[in-house]
């Protein structure tokens, strides 16, 4: 079955700190994938997506992404996190014909 | 550009009574999704339209819900009756196409709590 699996529910890093959030994915085929941002009370954000070519994807707010075929891994990347970047984070695949969000992971930034 | 509006943004009700909500996508976009996004979930589709017409609504429980596109602008979703599990915030999305890798444009959403 088709699915995204977010490992971390909460993660907590202090403002300055490098951020990884982790995703995985099950499809039969490479599936389009991308991340977005949830900020309270707001509607979802593309952060960014990867769909072929340079594993290595640049996204919005400095963020980035690498896809791991070998690791059926989309995760996202942050070098350094600012206290605005404190959201909820969802990773998405899709095929053809539909679109599967994992359960997201939910980002502290303390001082 | 303005972005996906909807309206209410938060409603109570109580148990078996109906409720609506309504979705105005970005001006030209041709794709409009409904998704129902339980807390501590991801966003779950309920249904897809191409211009008036229903792509995708295989996860709406029709026994329930029902939404409609008319003209092929603003949507709206409805339940009727509203059960407790319902309770959730409901996204409308838009794209230009109907294709899952255009980017798609999220409003604030509306949240829905039955008591």
């Known amino acids: 079955a088709q699915s995204v699996t977010q490992p971390d529910i909460h993660i907590t890093v202090s403002e300055g700190a490098s951020l990884e959030l982790r995703c995985n994915y099950s499809?039969?085929?490479?599936?389009?994938l991308f991340w977005y941002v949830q900020s309270p009370g707001q509607g979802l954000q593309l952060l960014l997506k990867?769909?072929?070519?340079?594993?290595l994807v640049q996204g919005i707010k400095g963020f980035e992404a690498e896809f791991k075929r070998s690791q059926s891994s989309f995760n996202l990347r942050k070098p350094s996190v600012h206290w605005s970047d404190a959201a909820e984070y969802f990773c998405a695949a899709s095929g053809a014909n539909n679109l599967f969000f994992g359960t997201g992971t939910r980002l502290t930034v303390i001082p | 550009e303005a972005g996906v509006a909807q309206s209410p943004r938060y409603k109570i009700i109580e148990k078996r009574q109906s409720v609506a909500f309504w979705c105005n996508p970005i001006s030209g976009h041709a794709t409009l999704y409904w998704y129902q996004q339980i807390l501590g979930q991801g966003p779950k589709l309920l249904i897809q339209f191409q211009n008036n017409g229903v792509v995708d609504d295989s996860q709406l429980p029709k026994d329930r819900f029902s939404a409609e596109r008319l003209k092929g602008v603003d949507s709206t979703l409805k339940i009727q009756p509203a059960k407790l599990e319902d309770s959730a915030v409901y996204l409308c999305?838009?794209?230009?196409?109907?294709?899952?890798?255009?980017?798609?444009?999220f409003g604030p959403g509306t949240r829905l709590l039955v008591l």
């Open positions: 499809y039969g085929a490479t599936p389009y």
């Open positions: 990867y769909f072929s070519g340079d594993t």
């Open positions: 999305a838009s794209s230009l196409v109907s294709s899952y890798r255009e980017t798609q444009y």
